[in-house]
């Protein structure tokens, strides 16, 4: 299948300072990539939705000045925690979406620590 | 909006027993995905079910779509400690951007 890869695969940092979370395609080229959030043994909560080329369209509830997606190319996206507090400590993970494709596939995710 | 209902959220089963999960949506589904999430792990994807009434089977797990194409299952024969994981359904609707809306998922613990 797909391959996603999410970089980095867990990071800590402190309060006040934003994080970068790339990911990446590696075989095809995802015209739609997703970012969900996971708590503990909950499931995923879509935070946005990012086309290349365009802005990412949030979910309701989901701060866009806060979480700051940027799609530019075809097997890249980004997510930024900006000003990062430890509510925002969580599991995030990414899927893409192949051009014409309804199936996703996902990164491997990204456990932050926010201290 | 749509919602997608998973039942059960947990299920422990002795190693040899049968597992089924539920998944109901509220709303009329273009697909239905399955994934497994192992402990720690990234959900993988399992299969996408489309017409209705399909039923498709890989080894021991047999995955069905209702006729009214709004609820779905995934069952596990004779499960095997490897087995063990979550297990989610997505339901994605027509007609849009295939957004998939994910239900809670069913955690299965097996007991050896």
């Known amino acids: 299948g797909a391959v996603v890869s999410q970089h980095p695969s867990r990071v800590i940092c402190k309060s006040g300072t934003s994080v970068k979370i790339e990911c990446r395609s590696l075989?095809?080229?995802?015209?739609?990539m997703f970012w969900y959030r996971q708590f503990p043994k909950q499931s995923l909560m879509l935070m946005a939705t990012?086309?290349?080329?365009?802005?990412?369209?949030?979910e309701q509830g989901v701060e866009k000045d806060k979480f700051l997606i940027n799609h530019a190319s075809l097997t890249l996206s980004t997510l930024t925690v900006t000003s990062a507090h430890p509510e925002d400590s969580s599991f995030y993970i990414c899927?893409?979406?192949?051009?014409?494709?309804?199936?996703?596939?996902f990164g491997q995710g990204t456990r932050l620590t926010v201290v | 909006g749509q919602q997608v209902m998973q039942i059960p959220q947990y299920q422990h089963v002795q190693e040899g027993e049968d597992f089924t999960t539920y998944c109901n949506s509220s709303?009329?589904?273009?697909?239905i995905q399955w994934y497994k999430q192992r402990p720690g792990g990234h959900p993988v994807f399992l299969i996408q079910?489309?017409?209705?009434?399909e039923v498709k089977k890989q080894k021991r797990l047999t995955f069905q779509f209702g006729e009214a194409k709004k609820n779905s299952s995934l069952h596990i024969t004779a499960t095997q400690t490897t087995d063990v994981g979550t297990y989610f359904c997505?339901?994605?609707?027509?007609?849009?951007?295939?957004?998939?809306?994910f239900g809670r998922g069913t955690s299965l613990i097996v007991h050896p």
């Open positions: 899927s893409a979406r192949q051009t014409g494709a309804s199936e996703a596939f």
């Open positions: 075989d095809f080229q995802a015209t739609t």
């Open positions: 990012s086309n290349e080329g365009s802005k990412a369209t949030y």
């Open positions: 709303t009329t589904l273009s697909n």
């Open positions: 079910l489309v017409k209705s009434g």
């Open positions: 997505a339901g994605l609707l027509s007609g849009g951007s295939y957004i998939p809306t």
